[in-house]
């Protein structure tokens, strides 16, 4: 168990809706980062958090967005959906974002759109 | 930019042996990281190893270890002592831009009774 948690564990919806994926990182972490694992694309980052801010962007599409909260759990909306934006979607966190530092990751939020 | 190289889509390996997951990399950084996740069958990413690019030694957790050969940019993975729960798939990853992990392809490793 890293420590880091994600709800839901499984998503099923429909193309056009609008999900939520929560994420609380371990405790004492700030930095929280959020990736999505494909058949086609393989692990790509999405965006990064710390304490509250953000921090980096990678290949996130406009449709999705985040943010970190001041107890630090953090959220990522996904909307519009698309077929291709079936998924499995990971949160990670790290302690304050150093290049050096072990990312854990959560379990997961695995996506599908119907 | 990084870029992480896995060019064994899959292997296999018997129970009680060691295997070696290759990995290379590309980076221009004069300092950075290699990490070693598993992903086993129930999705979650756990990480393993890391290795700093100024450690003297190669970085040992267990039954893991990294064969780190940095002239040839190469941080290899090796399992000893294979176990069933050990067949997963096994990524490796380094630091890009603001500390973004880039993800090799994975290596799916299978250990065999």
């Known amino acids: 168990d890293s420590g880091v948690t994600q709800t839901p564990k499984h998503l099923i919806t429909a193309t056009g809706q609008r999900v939520t994926l929560r994420c609380s990182p371990r405790s004492g972490d700030l930095s929280v980062y959020w990736y999505q694992q494909s058949l086609d694309q393989g692990l790509q980052f999405l965006i990064q958090?710390?304490?509250?801010?953000?921090?980096a962007k990678g290949n996130i599409l406009e449709r999705f967005s985040a943010q970190q909260f001041p107890d630090l759990h953090s959220e990522l909306n996904l909307s519009s959906l698309e077929l291709g934006d079936s998924a499995l979607y990971f949160c990670?966190?790290?302690?304050?974002?150093?290049?050096?530092?072990?990312?854990?990751f959560g379990p997961g939020t695995r996506l599908l759109v119907l | 930019a990084q870029k992480i190289t896995q060019t064994q889509p899959g292997m296999f390996v018997q129970e009680k042996e060691a295997v070696t997951l290759d990995c290379t990399y590309d980076?221009?950084?004069?300092?950075?990281?290699l990490f070693w996740y598993k992903q086993p069958s129930s999705g979650e990413m756990i990480f393993l190893i890391y290795q700093g690019s100024y450690d003297q030694q190669n970085a040992t957790e267990g039954r893991y270890s990294l064969n780190f050969q940095k002239a040839r940019k190469s941080a290899n993975l090796v399992i000893s002592a294979s176990q069933l729960g050990d067949s997963a798939m096994y990524f490796c990853a380094m630091p890009g831009g603001y500390n973004k992990l880039i993800f090799g392809a994975g290596t799916r490793l299978a250990v065999h009774p």
């Open positions: 980076t221009s950084d004069p300092s950075y990281g």
């Open positions: 990670a966190s790290s302690v304050v974002g150093s290049i050096q530092e072990t990312q854990y």
């Open positions: 958090y710390y304490n509250g801010e953000e921090r």
